[in-house]
């Protein structure tokens, strides 16, 4: 390699990403401004000409209810928790477009230079819960790939698994449906086996978002590994944590820790792959925005000083392939 790379990946699923979480608490004034913040997330990107990766939940390519029930495959995840079921938790809900769908919003990233629309499944789907099955994955993604090829002609490329629960024995699955390129979790114990939520690793991992255990999140490009000479598996580097303001003090720090992070990178020629989700930024628009502007302006000195350049996870896959 002889430039470093800077890649973002966003994990785009409104409702689809809580509804397991909200119970009856569903704040659509949170999930509305979401909506109204990603065009202004597209023209900084824009205007630094930076490469993104839009992992959706499948579900939002639907215009409505009906739609959405029509693209439902025919093997729905049987999870021990029914909890986790999006179908389950639809049964005694509304669906609605302010939450549920976002078709119009993938078309508006599609018209913007170097925005690739990737996967977060159909149905943000638990791949790691207990009582799923391998074909009920497969069927997901499945889903996935028609919805998006009948609303839009896209074959989708990349994915993004949520919760970032990574199932090793879906690699083939993912490969055999399509997928070229996946994000997997960064190669320390903390973020391993993520389905196992204990204390001490929601501290350590909160943790190293401001402070540094001694480890750089960057890599060599040799570290992403090629899954049986077919599928690449892509290491994240770090998680734009949302704005904390309850701790308001340590916000500058989260993203200096960021651009200290992207600055090694830029040096040592590595990759630095940043992600989160759109609504994350809901919480205080314009700080978040203002936040992504400075990193983004930081990524434009690193561009100039070291040659770092700013792709895609499909364009980072081409780049291997070479």
Same mark, same amino acid.
């Given at each position: &390699?002889?430039?470093?790379?800077?890649?973002?990946?966003?994990?785009?699923?409104? +409702?689809?990403?809580?509804?397991?979480?909200?119970?009856?608490? $569903? #704040?659509?004034?949170?999930?509305?401004?979401?909506?109204?913040?990603?065009?202004?997330?597209?023209?900084?990107?824009?205007?630094?000409?930076?490469?993104? !990766?839009?992992?959706?939940?499948? &579900?939002?390519?639907?215009?409505?209810?009906?739609?959405? @029930?029509?693209?439902?495959?025919?093997? %729905?995840?049987?999870?021990?928790?029914?909890?986790?079921? /999006?179908? =389950?938790?639809?049964?005694?809900?509304?669906? #609605?477009?302010?939450?549920?769908?976002?078709?119009?919003?993938?078309?508006?990233? &599609?018209?913007?230079?170097?925005?690739?629309?990737?996967?977060?499944?159909?149905?943000?789907?638990?791949?790691?819960?207990?009582?799923? !099955?391998?074909?009920?994955?497969?069927?997901?993604? =499945?889903?996935?790939?028609?919805?998006?090829?009948?609303?839009?002609? +896209?074959?989708?490329?990349?994915?993004?698994?949520?919760? @970032?629960?990574?199932?090793?024995?879906? &690699?083939?699955?993912?490969?055999?449906?399509?997928?070229? =390129?996946?994000?997997?979790?960064?190669?320390?114990?903390?973020?391993?086996? !993520?389905?196992?939520?204990? %204390? +001490?690793?929601?501290?350590?991992?909160?943790?190293?978002?401001?402070?540094?255990?001694?480890?750089?999140?960057?890599?060599?490009?040799?570290?992403?590994?090629?899954? =049986?000479?077919?599928?690449?598996?892509?290491? /994240?580097?770090?998680?734009?944590?949302?704005? @904390?303001?309850?701790?308001? +003090? !340590?916000?500058?720090?989260?993203?200096?820790? $960021?651009?200290?992070?992207?600055?090694? /990178?830029?040096?040592?020629?590595?990759?630095?792959?940043?992600?989160?989700?759109?609504?994350?930024?809901?919480?205080?628009?314009?700080?978040?925005?203002?936040?992504?502007?400075?990193?983004? /302006?930081?990524?434009?000195?690193?561009? @100039?000083?070291?040659?770092?350049?700013?792709?895609?996870?499909?364009?980072?896959?081409?780049?291997?392939?070479?």
């Amino acid at each position: &390699m002889n430039h470093p790379i800077f890649t973002i990946s966003l994990d785009f699923e409104l +409702l689809w990403g809580v509804f397991d979480k909200v119970n009856e608490k $569903i #704040d659509k004034q949170y999930f509305l401004k979401t909506r109204q913040l990603i065009p202004d997330i597209l023209r900084l990107f824009e205007k630094y000409n930076i490469e993104a !990766t839009w992992a959706t939940v499948g &579900m939002l390519f639907a215009e409505n209810e009906e739609e959405w @029930n029509s693209y439902q495959p025919s093997l %729905l995840p049987s999870y021990k928790d029914q909890n986790l079921s /999006a179908y =389950q938790w639809v049964r005694s809900k509304k669906l #609605d477009s302010t939450c549920h769908f976002a078709p119009e919003i993938i078309k508006e990233i &599609m018209t913007f230079p170097g925005q690739e629309i990737g996967s977060h499944t159909f149905s943000h789907y638990f791949t790691l819960s207990k009582g799923q !099955t391998p074909s009920q994955f497969r069927a997901d993604l =499945q889903a996935a790939q028609k919805i998006a090829k009948d609303k839009f002609d +896209l074959s989708l490329k990349s994915l993004v698994f949520p919760r @970032n629960h990574i199932n090793p024995f879906y &690699m083939d699955i993912c490969w055999e449906e399509g997928f070229e =390129q996946v994000r997997v979790n960064p190669p320390k114990w903390y973020w391993q086996e !993520t389905q196992h939520e204990g %204390l +001490l690793k929601k501290a350590v991992r909160s943790l190293d978002c401001y402070f540094g255990f001694g480890e750089r999140s960057s890599y060599d490009v040799e570290k992403v590994i090629v899954w =049986q000479e077919k599928l690449k598996l892509m290491p /994240a580097s770090r998680i734009l944590k949302p704005i @904390n303001q309850k701790f308001p +003090l !340590t916000n500058a720090r989260r993203i200096q820790r $960021i651009k200290e992070e992207m600055s090694s /990178a830029a040096k040592n020629q590595e990759v630095y792959h940043l992600w989160w989700h759109p609504h994350n930024f809901a919480v205080d628009p314009q700080r978040a925005l203002g936040e992504l502007e400075s990193i983004l /302006a930081h990524y434009l000195f690193l561009k @100039n000083k070291y040659g770092m350049k700013s792709m895609s996870m499909q364009r980072f896959g081409d780049f291997l392939n070479k």
